[in-house]
C-alpha cells in the first residue's frame, strides 16, 4: 500500500499556506500530524495533487486561557492536550478524551485541527466540541470567522470548511471548578474509534442537578448534544436513581442505524450504560 | 497527478546525515530501509495500526508509514540500529533478551522505539501505563505476559541507573 504521487509544498506562515491552498484548487489537501489522511493516502482513498504540510506553523500550536474561554491551536498535538496542566484545571473534559485516542505514538502526531477538519463520527475532539459548544476559528485567504461546533459539523466526514480554509484554533468554554465531568466510551480493543462514547459535565446546587452538559457519538452521522432530553429531569436530587432514569431518557430518544456487525439495538444498550457510568463519575467528581 | 519529480532531500538518522532522491510520497519507512539500508524498522500494516514501523522523530515515537521521509528535514530520526551502542544493549533490549519478550522479533523494534521514548519521560510507570502504552503495537506470538515484565524490569533498571549516577 503506498500513496499515488502527490506534489508537496512546505509553508512558513499560515498566509503562505493559505495561498498555496487557494492555488491548488480542489486537488491540494493540508497535512497536519496525518494519523488520518496517512491511512487514506497509503490505502488511495484520498489522491491529492499536492499536499501543503502545516508542520512548521509551531506558532498554531498552544493552550491558552482567555477569558471564559480555552483557546487552543489547530496544529496542537493530542499528547500536549492530554498532558496540559491547564487543560486539566480549565477543561478537564478535554484532557480526559485526550488521553483516550489512538496510541501513545498517535497522539505525539496527531492534531486537534486535523481531528476536526476530518470529522469521523467516531473521534473524541468532534465530541468534546459538540458536548461544550466550543468555537471553530478558520482562517481563510485575508480574514478568518468563528463557527459554532453545531454548525461546523454537517455530516459524517463531513464540515462547513470551505476547500480554501483551514482551522486556525478552537475555543472551548471553560468547566467551572464546581462542575463534575466523566468521558466514557466502549470499543471492542483499547485504542480502536469508540462504538459510543459519552462526554459530560454536571453542576449541583446543594443535592440537586442545576445543569447538565451531555455529547453521545456512535448513534448519528455527528456527534449529538443530549442536552434537550436532559433537560426536563433538571432540578432532581442527584443520585444513582437520577442518573439511570436519564440513562433510560436518552436511551429512548437516541435513534442508531444497524450497520454492518453493530445493530442499533446493541448501540442503545451501551449508550445507557455509557450514560448512567459518565453521569456517576461525574456527580462523584462534582460532590468530589 | 501522474508524474512527480524525485526530490534531493537530506534525511538524519542516528545522527547522520543521508543524502536522498526520493518522491515525496517516499514513506519514512521505505527510505530508512531501501534508500538509508537501515532494515531494522519493520514494515507491517502500512496504515498507522500494528506499531511495528515506530522509530523516534526528534525523540518522539512516530509511525514511518504515517510520515513521508520529505517531511523529515530538519528533524532527527532515530531508529532501532541506534539503541545499542557498540553491540552492548540497551536496559530495555536486555531486559525483553532476559524476560522471553520476544519470539519471532518482528514487533520488537517497534515496541523498543516505542518505550525507549516513553520510559525517558515516565521511569516509574503503572502496569495500567504500560499496558496503554503498549496497545499501539500488535504482537502476534507472546501475548504480552512478558513484554510487559520486561518493561517492568527494564524500567527498575533504569531507576536504579539514574540513582547511581545521582550518587
Known amino acids: 500500500m503506498k500513496p499515488a504521487a502527490f506534489d508537496y509544498l512546505r509553508p512558513s506562515s499560515l498566509e503562505e499556506a493559505l495561498q498555496q491552498l487557494a492555488a ?54 493530542h499528547e500536549q492536550i492530554a498532558g496540559s496542566a491547564l487543560v ?201 | 497527478m501522474s508524474h512527480v519529480e524525485k526530490r534531493a532531500i537530506t534525511l538524519t538518522v542516528n545522527g547522520k546525515n543521508h543524502e536522498l532522491l526520493v518522491e515525496p510520497r517516499k514513506l519514512l519507512a521505505d527510505a530508512l530501509r531501501e534508500d538509508c539500508r537501515l532494515t531494522g524498522t519493520h514494515v507491517g500494516c502500512e496504515h498507522g495500526v500494528c506499531g511495528a514501523c515506530t522509530v523516534l522523530v526528534d525523540g518522539k515515537p512516530v509511525r514511518s508509514c504515517l510520515t513521508y521521509a520529505i517531511q523529515m528535514e530538519g528533524h532527527e530520526v532515530s531508529t532501532i540500529e541506534s539503541v545499542a551502542i557498540e553491540g552492548i544493549l540497551s536496559p530495555l533490549q536486555q531486559a525483553l533478551h532476559e524476560a522471553h519478550g520476544l519470539q519471532c522479533g518482528f514487533c520488537t523494534p517497534g515496541i523498543v522505539m516505542t518505550f525507549e521514548a516513553f520510559l525517558k519521560i515516565n521511569p516509574a510507570p503503572s502496569e495500567e501505563e504500560i499496558r496503554d502504552v503498549l496497545s499501539g503495537n500488535l504482537c502476534r506470538c507472546t501475548g504480552y505476559q512478558n513484554i510487559v515484565k520486561a518493561i517492568q524490569q527494564a524500567a527498575a533498571q533504569i531507576r536504579r541507573n539514574a540513582d547511581h549516577v545521582a550518587a
Open chain 1, 24 to 77: 491548488g484548487g480542489d486537488h491540494a489537501k493540508v497535512i497536519a500530524g496525518g494519523q488520518s489522511l496517512g491511512p487514506m493516502l497509503n490505502m488511495r482513498l484520498a489522491m491529492p495533487s499536492a499536499l501543503i504540510d502545516l508542520n512548521d506553523l509551531t506558532e498554531l500550536a498552544y493552550i491558552r486561557e482567555g477569558g471564559a474561554f480555552l483557546s487552543i491551536g489547530a496544529l496542537t498535538r
Open chain 1, 88 to 288: 486539566q484545571a480549565r477543561c478537564p473534559l478535554l484532557g480526559q478524551a485526550a488521553k483516550t485516542i489512538g496510541h501513545y505514538a498517535i497522539r505525539q502526531r496527531g492534531t486537534i485541527g486535523g481531528s476536526l477538519a476530518h470529522a469521523d463520527p467516531a473521534a473524541q475532539f468532534p465530541l468534546i466540541a459538540m458536548t461544550l459548544g466550543a468555537e471553530i476559528e478558520i482562517a481563510c485567504h485575508g480574514g478568518s470567522r468563528r463557527v459554532p461546533a453545531s454548525a461546523f459539523f454537517q455530516s459524517a466526514m463531513t464540515t462547513a470548511l470551505a476547500p480554501d480554509e483551514i482551522i486556525r484554533c478552537v475555543h472551548f468554554p471553560t468547566i467551572s471548578v464546581h462542575e463534575g465531568t466523566s468521558f466514557q466510551l466502549f470499543n471492542r480493543r483499547h485504542g480502536d474509534y469508540a462504538i459510543v462514547a459519552v462526554a459530560v459535565t454536571v453542576a449541583l446546587e446543594g443535592e440537586r442537578v442545576v445543569r447538565v452538559r451531555l455529547g453521545l457519538s456512535g448513534v448519528s452521522a455527528i456527534p449529538q448534544s443530549c442536552d434537550d432530553m436532559v433537560r426536563p429531569l433538571l432540578g432532581q436530587v442527584a443520585n444513582a436513581a437520577w442518573a439511570a432514569e436519564v440513562a433510560r431518557a436518552v436511551r429512548a430518544a437516541v435513534a442508531p442505524e444497524d450497520d454492518a456487525g453493530i445493530t442499533a439495538v446493541y448501540r442503545k444498550e451501551l449508550t445507557e450504560k455509557l450514560v448512567q457510568q459518565a453521569l456517576e463519575r461525574a456527580l462523584s467528581r462534582a460532590k468530589g
